[in-house]
Structure formats: structure tokens, C-alpha cells
């Protein structure tokens, strides 16, 4: 395969990937009664289109950035999972606009995710490791974790809060995109929070900031900015292709290499902005 440039990339992946949410027209859902709850319509068309925005990894390499500024100067902020802002809004800023959450965090009781107020600020957006075929129904039927029993029981403690599910197919084509651009076959799991928040915020921003996705110089063994636990694999990646991931982001980048050493700082384009 010849390897492809920045800006043939970046097309690549406008072209190919589509941001899409659950609706409750969907099969198998339209035949639920809680399908009523899903939002009628799609993420892209409610939110945005934001000028410029931050992804927040929860890279331990942003414990004594400083950032948090810089972050919260940008018009929309997403963040990942249960990665906190307080006591920590030096380093990773305070604005949350979008919290994207993988559905062990919704399922899982350390996380109290029904009952702790760091998921009520800000829009959440969910997705679940769905099988590879995409196909709606088997994954209603064998989803990784609870994740429509959850959103039901989310819903109705927080009926305002705006909650959106990713469409499995989202997750897969992004997969896809990596795997075509490897030389080598990839694992076949899903791509991480951090990757799917990246496209996500590429299609409702004009320029996207990544934060200590590619490491700085403070590359730390540290899993996360906000909890006493090390192991590389968090950096490297073991469940997710997080490596691929990486290296295709890096290709992607229209910053300078120095941004990522001194402020572990990526810039992407969004797609609107992009001229394919
Ligand atoms: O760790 P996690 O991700 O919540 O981190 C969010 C995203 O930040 C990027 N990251 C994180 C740490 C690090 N040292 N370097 C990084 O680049 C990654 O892109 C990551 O996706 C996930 O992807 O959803 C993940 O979730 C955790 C875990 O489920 C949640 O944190 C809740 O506890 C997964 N860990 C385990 O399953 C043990 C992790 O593999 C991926």
C-alpha cells in the first residue's frame, strides 16, 4: 500500500467516516418503548459547528502541564470518561462541552456513574466495543457491557441532560481507516475514546487541539493525570490498536513537532474546513 500524505489522509477520513448517533427511527430500537428517549436527531446536526476546540486525553503526561488555560480558551472542550477537572483545573482547564465515556464506565459500580455529579455538566456521548459486522442487532444482542440498561436508568435521573450513543459502524469505519494505512494487520478491537473523541470534535470544529494524545516531553509511565497507578500500556496501548492510532494522528498533524514536545500539543483541521 503507498503511504499516504498528511492532507490524502485527512480526506481519507472526511470521506470515509461518518459521525452517526442513534436515533429512535433505528431497528432494533424503533420497536422499544425507550427509544422515545434516544435524542431525534443526530449529534452533527445539534451541536456545533465550533470554532476551535480541545480534546483531553487523560495521559498522566498532563500532570504539571499548565495548560488548563489554554485549554479553556477554546470554544469546546471534550474530555474522556471519568477524568476530573477539579482540584486538577491547572493542568487540564474546567470547561466541559462534551464528555465521551466508553460503556465500562457506565456499567461498572467503582465509576457510580448514575449517581456522581462528574457526568452531569456538559453533553455526553456513549459507545460500547460492538461487533465487527456493525450490525445493530447483534450488538443490541451482545453488547461488551450494559449499556442500554444504563442509558435508560441515566435518562431518567437526568431527563435534560443531552446523551447521544454512537453508532457502531462510527467506530468501525475509523478502524478501517487505520488498518488501510498500516502495513501490518491490526488488532481487530475498536479504536480508543481518544481517537474516536478526535474525529468526532474534527466534525463539528473548524481547528481541533489534541492534548497529550502524541506525548511530550513529560512522557511519564503515569496512566492518568488524576490517579496514582503506572503502566506504559495506557501510553502504548494493549486492547486498543492506541499505537496506529498514534502514528496516524501524527501524520495528520498540521502543528510543529516542537508543539508536541513542549505542549504535547496536536493540531488537526476540521472537516469542514478541509478542501478534498
Ligand atoms: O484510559 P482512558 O481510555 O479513560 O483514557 C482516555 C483516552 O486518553 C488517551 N490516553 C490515556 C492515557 C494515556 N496514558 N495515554 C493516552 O493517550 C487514550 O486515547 C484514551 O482512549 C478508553 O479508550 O475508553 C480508555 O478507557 C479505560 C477505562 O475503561 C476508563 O478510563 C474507565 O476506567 C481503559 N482501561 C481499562 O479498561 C483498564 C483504557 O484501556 C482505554
Same mark, same amino acid.
Given at each position: 500500500?503507498?503511504?499516504?500524505?498528511g492532507p490524502?489522509?485527512?480526506?481519507?477520513?472526511?470521506?470515509?467516516?461518518?459521525?452517526?448517533?442513534l436515533t429512535p427511527? #433505528? *431497528? &432494533?430500537f424503533?420497536? $422499544?418503548?425507550?427509544?422515545?428517549?434516544?435524542?431525534?436527531?443526530q449529534?452533527?446536526? =445539534?451541536?456545533?459547528p465550533y470554532?476551535?476546540c480541545?480534546?483531553v486525553?487523560?495521559?498522566g503526561?498532563?500532570?504539571y502541564?499548565?495548560?488548563?488555560?489554554?485549554?479553556?480558551?477554546?470554544?469546546?472542550?471534550?474530555?474522556?470518561?471519568?477524568a476530573?477537572?477539579?482540584?486538577?483545573?491547572?493542568d487540564v482547564?474546567?470547561?466541559t462541552?462534551?464528555?465521551?465515556?466508553?460503556?465500562?464506565v457506565?456499567a461498572s459500580?467503582?465509576?457510580?456513574?448514575l449517581s456522581s455529579?462528574?457526568?452531569?455538566?456538559?453533553?455526553?456521548v456513549?459507545?460500547?466495543?460492538?461487533?465487527?459486522s456493525a450490525?445493530?442487532t447483534k450488538?443490541f444482542n451482545?453488547?461488551?457491557?450494559?449499556?442500554?440498561?444504563?442509558?435508560?436508568?441515566?435518562r431518567?435521573?437526568?431527563? #435534560? *441532560? &443531552?446523551?447521544y450513543? $454512537?453508532?457502531?459502524?462510527?467506530?468501525?469505519?475509523?478502524?478501517q481507516?487505520i488498518? =488501510?494505512?498500516m502495513?501490518?494487520?491490526?488488532?481487530?478491537?475498536?479504536p480508543?475514546?481518544?481517537?474516536?473523541g478526535?474525529v468526532?470534535?474534527m466534525?463539528?470544529?473548524?481547528?481541533?487541539h489534541v492534548?497529550?494524545?502524541?506525548?511530550?516531553?513529560?512522557?511519564?509511565e503515569?496512566?492518568?493525570?488524576?490517579?496514582?497507578?503506572?503502566?506504559?500500556?495506557?501510553?502504548?496501548?494493549a486492547?486498543?490498536?492506541?499505537l496506529?492510532?498514534?502514528?496516524?494522528?501524527k501524520r495528520?498533524?498540521?502543528g510543529?513537532?516542537?508543539?508536541?514536545?513542549?505542549?504535547g500539543?496536536v493540531?488537526?483541521?476540521?472537516?469542514r474546513?478541509?478542501?478534498?
Amino acid at each position: 500500500t503507498p503511504k499516504l500524505s498528511g492532507p490524502e489522509l485527512l480526506c481519507q477520513l472526511k470521506d470515509k467516516v461518518e459521525v452517526a448517533t442513534l436515533t429512535p427511527d #433505528l *431497528q &432494533p430500537f424503533s420497536l $422499544l418503548p425507550w427509544a422515545t428517549q434516544l435524542p431525534p436527531q443526530q449529534l452533527t446536526s =445539534d451541536l456545533g459547528p465550533y470554532k476551535s476546540c480541545a480534546v483531553v486525553s487523560s495521559a498522566g503526561s498532563l500532570r504539571y502541564s499548565g495548560l488548563g488555560k489554554e485549554i479553556d480558551s477554546h470554544e469546546a472542550v471534550l474530555r474522556f470518561n471519568a477524568a476530573p477537572t477539579t482540584g486538577y483545573e491547572k493542568d487540564v482547564g474546567s470547561k466541559t462541552t462534551i464528555r465521551l465515556i466508553n460503556s465500562q464506565v457506565m456499567a461498572s459500580d467503582d465509576h457510580r456513574f448514575l449517581s456522581s455529579s462528574l457526568y452531569s455538566s456538559g453533553v455526553l456521548v456513549a459507545w460500547d466495543p460492538a461487533p465487527f459486522s456493525a450490525d445493530l442487532t447483534k450488538w443490541f444482542n451482545r453488547t461488551d457491557y450494559p449499556i442500554f440498561a444504563q442509558y435508560q436508568r441515566y435518562r431518567r435521573l437526568h431527563p #435534560l *441532560q &443531552p446523551f447521544y450513543i $454512537l453508532h457502531p459502524r462510527f467506530e468501525w469505519q475509523i478502524w478501517q481507516r487505520i488498518q =488501510d494505512n498500516m502495513a501490518e494487520p491490526i488488532q481487530k478491537n475498536p479504536p480508543s475514546s481518544g481517537m474516536l473523541g478526535t474525529v468526532l470534535m474534527m466534525s463539528l470544529c473548524e481547528v481541533v487541539h489534541v492534548y497529550e494524545f502524541l506525548p511530550s516531553r513529560r512522557k511519564t509511565e503515569l496512566c492518568h493525570y488524576y490517579q496514582r497507578f503506572y503502566d506504559a500500556a495506557c501510553t502504548l496501548g494493549a486492547y486498543h490498536p492506541l499505537l496506529y492510532e498514534k502514528n496516524l494522528v501524527k501524520r495528520m498533524n498540521q502543528g510543529s513537532d516542537r508543539d508536541i514536545y513542549t505542549n504535547g500539543r496536536v493540531t488537526l483541521p476540521g472537516f469542514r474546513k478541509l478542501n478534498c
